[in-house]
């Protein structure tokens, strides 16, 4: 057998050479390319506000851009999936937001009731998990903008809450309410555009909150407009209050929209103690008016703090509802006109 013939150090060095530098080239392709989709991901992306004047954000993708390099690379990128409507709760109800309210909760004699409403979900996907996780009937308020929204909504849905559709409405600082939010200054054909594509992005939803709108609710003419539409379509609405001057509850009532008001911001500040303070706070207006209504957001704080609160309930008297049940109460005239 023959043996072969070992290449002699001269010969071997070239080799090694020209090996190494292929190694080379081939790693500052690689690091290249992954710079070039780090890039394209977040150039696609923009970072908007949670609530105005909270500082607090979120990296969404930027709608009015195109599909980026990766996605169009992997055909990743296929047609957004229509809303699934889940069966209505009441189909005997006139109104549509009679139709999907969330199960009555037995309020025991004697005790006051709160309303805990979650805005700005569906963006981060984790919290939003655990507020829907929550086993109590919360009112929930998604960013018709998030990605694969409807299957959360309808999770929420299923799992006895109440769900809201939370509209990008102008503020009156530099906060990014978000895309398709309705602004004063655009046209009314714009503006009801808008409108119509915040509330066709998900189903089963019995009303609407701002979702900043400081500008926005204060402009009567543009409430009105967005009003219309919402009569027309049986919802209710509740008013996040992101302005003393907000015309929302004034209006509504005029219009005979169901309509109810925010009491008690719970994070504006993201630290467990002071949330737990703003509870305290919202189980005092609670005892005084016999109901209130608190807004927070997704936040990990907010998730503790919940925690450690819920249970402590019973002992105060104090019984958590979704906002449909206070609403059906405040409006009972109409529910007798629905049987």
């Given at each position: 057998?023959?043996?072969?013939?070992?290449?002699?150090?001269?010969?071997?060095?070239?080799?090694?050479?020209y090996?190494?530098?292929?190694?080379?080239?081939?790693?500052?392709?690689?690091?290249?390319?992954?710079?070039?989709?780090?890039?394209?991901?977040?150039?696609?992306?923009?970072?908007?506000d949670?609530?105005?004047?909270?500082?607090?954000?979120?990296?969404?993708?930027?709608?009015?851009?195109?599909?980026?390099?990766l996605?169009?690379?992997?055909?990743?990128?296929r047609?957004?999936?229509p809303?699934?409507?889940?069966?209505?709760?009441?189909?005997?109800?006139?109104?549509?937001?009679?139709?999907?309210?969330?199960?009555?909760?037995?309020?025991?004699?004697?005790?006051?009731?709160v309303?805990?409403?979650?805005d700005?979900?569906?963006?981060?996907?984790?919290?939003?998990k655990?507020?829907?996780?929550?086993?109590?009937?919360?009112?929930?308020?998604?960013l018709?903008?998030?990605?694969d929204?409807?299957?959360?909504?309808?999770?929420?849905y299923?799992?006895?809450?109440?769900?809201?559709?939370?509209?990008?409405?102008?503020?009156?600082?530099?906060?990014?309410?978000?895309?398709?939010?309705?602004?004063?200054?655009?046209?009314?054909?714009?503006?009801?555009?808008?409108?119509?594509?915040?509330?066709?992005?998900?189903?089963?939803?019995?009303?609407?909150?701002?979702?900043?709108?400081?500008?926005?609710?204060?402009?009567?003419?543009?409430?009105?407009?967005?009003?219309?539409v919402?009569?027309?379509?049986?919802?209710?609405?509740?008013?996040?209050?992101?302005?003393?001057?907000?015309?929302l509850?004034?209006l509504?009532d005029?219009?005979?929209?169901?309509?109810i008001?925010?009491?008690?911001?719970?994070?504006?500040?993201?630290?467990v103690d002071y949330?737990?303070?703003?509870?305290?706070?919202?189980?005092?207006?609670?005892?005084?008016?016999?109901?209130a209504?608190?807004?927070?957001?997704?936040?990990?704080?907010?998730?503790?703090?919940l925690?450690?609160?819920?249970?402590?309930?019973?002992?105060?008297?104090?019984?958590?509802?979704?906002?449909?049940?206070?609403?059906?109460?405040?409006?009972?005239?109409?529910?007798?006109?629905?049987?």
């Amino acid at each position: 057998m023959n043996n072969p013939i070992p290449l002699k150090p001269e010969r071997r060095k070239p080799i090694i050479k020209y090996t190494m530098m292929s190694f080379y080239f081939l790693f500052i392709g690689f690091c290249a390319m992954g710079i070039y989709l780090k890039w394209d991901a977040l150039s696609n992306q923009r970072t908007y506000d949670y609530e105005e004047g909270f500082g607090v954000s979120a990296r969404v993708p930027d709608m009015d851009k195109g599909p980026s390099f990766l996605e169009r690379l992997t055909r990743r990128n296929r047609p957004k999936e229509p809303p699934v409507k889940l069966p209505q709760r009441n189909e005997r109800a006139l109104q549509t937001w009679q139709k999907y309210t969330a199960p009555i909760v037995t309020v025991p004699q004697g005790n006051v009731t709160v309303i805990l409403v979650i805005d700005d979900l569906g963006i981060v996907k984790r919290t939003t998990k655990e507020m829907i996780d929550m086993d109590v009937p919360l009112t929930l308020a998604f960013l018709p903008y998030a990605s694969d929204i409807s299957s959360q909504v309808n999770d929420a849905y299923n799992n006895g809450h109440d769900v809201l559709v939370h509209i990008p409405m102008e503020p009156k600082g530099k906060a990014d309410p978000g895309p398709h939010a309705l602004l004063s200054s655009t046209e009314p054909s714009v503006q009801m555009d808008s409108i119509n594509y915040n509330l066709t992005q998900f189903e089963n939803y019995v009303g609407i909150n701002n979702h900043m709108g400081s500008k926005f609710t204060e402009d009567e003419e543009a409430v009105e407009r967005l009003l219309n539409v919402v009569k027309q379509k049986g919802l209710l609405v509740l008013d996040s209050k992101t302005t003393s001057n907000s015309v929302l509850v004034s209006l509504a009532d005029q219009n005979e929209i169901p309509v109810i008001n925010r009491d008690v911001f719970l994070d504006n500040t993201n630290e467990v103690d002071y949330i737990l303070g703003q509870l305290k706070e919202l189980e005092q207006k609670a005892k005084k008016n016999g109901n209130a209504v608190g807004i927070g957001h997704p936040y990990p704080e907010t998730v503790i703090a919940l925690k450690r609160w819920i249970p402590t309930l019973k002992e105060k008297d104090i019984t958590i509802v979704p906002i449909s049940q206070t609403v059906s109460k405040k409006y009972a005239k109409t529910i007798l006109a629905a049987d």
